[in-house]
């Protein structure tokens, strides 16, 4: 009984994330309500509170748990047999993989997310944990690199790692807030800069 209760919980919780997300894209954020996601995945509005306090805890759940789903010890990227090209691919694909995240919504509605997220400290809070997660995900590549020798060795991979990632808030940024900056301009600009990023990291040779 227990093992069943648990697989309806996570059908119930899956049906709340894919009502959330759709309503996000054809409604926008903001005119979203809790009571809209809770008519639209079959649950009491009541139930949809006990899950999440709010529309942006909801959210930024949907984020956490996606990125645990699509970023996991056991994923190719952090196994594969390393040479400098595959090390450039697995970062240009972990970072593909993170903008996957956010851009299961809309363009209008991420803006709208990203203003209203920055008005209230605890999800400010939250997303800073999600961030502190995914720049361990990056170090952990990047240790692998250095160890391999595909990077200086003098490198400091917490410090690489704040660039990787500065490279990975900025090119958000400007596909949020940019009307002419598609999703094939946000992959193409950041994997020019990581190949740029890698020339500066090789290791010297005389």
Known sequence: MTGLRE??????????????VDLFNNKGFSNTSMQDIAEKSNVAVGTLYNYFPSKHDLLLDIIQEQMEFKISDSDEIFTVNLTEQKA???IKLLL???????????KDSLKEIFIATLSS???????????IELMKSFQKLLDRFKKNNIISRD????????????????????????????????????????DLIFKGMKPYII
Do not use: C, W
């Open 155 to 194: 490198i400091n991979t917490f410090d690489a790692t704040k660039i990787f990632y500065s490279v990975l808030l900025t090119q958000m940024m400007m596909y949020i807030f940019d009307p002419e900056f598609d999703t094939e301009t946000l992959f193409e600009n950041t994997d020019d800069l990581i």
């Open 96 to 106: 593909r993989k993170i903008f996957s995240i956010p851009l299961l919504v809309n």
């Open 88 to 90: 450039k691919d697995a």
């Open 121 to 131: 400290d605890a999800h400010i809070q939250k997303g800073i944990f999600l961030d």
């Open 7 to 20: 697989k309806k919980k996570i059908a119930r919780k899956d049906r709340i994330f894919a009502a959330a």
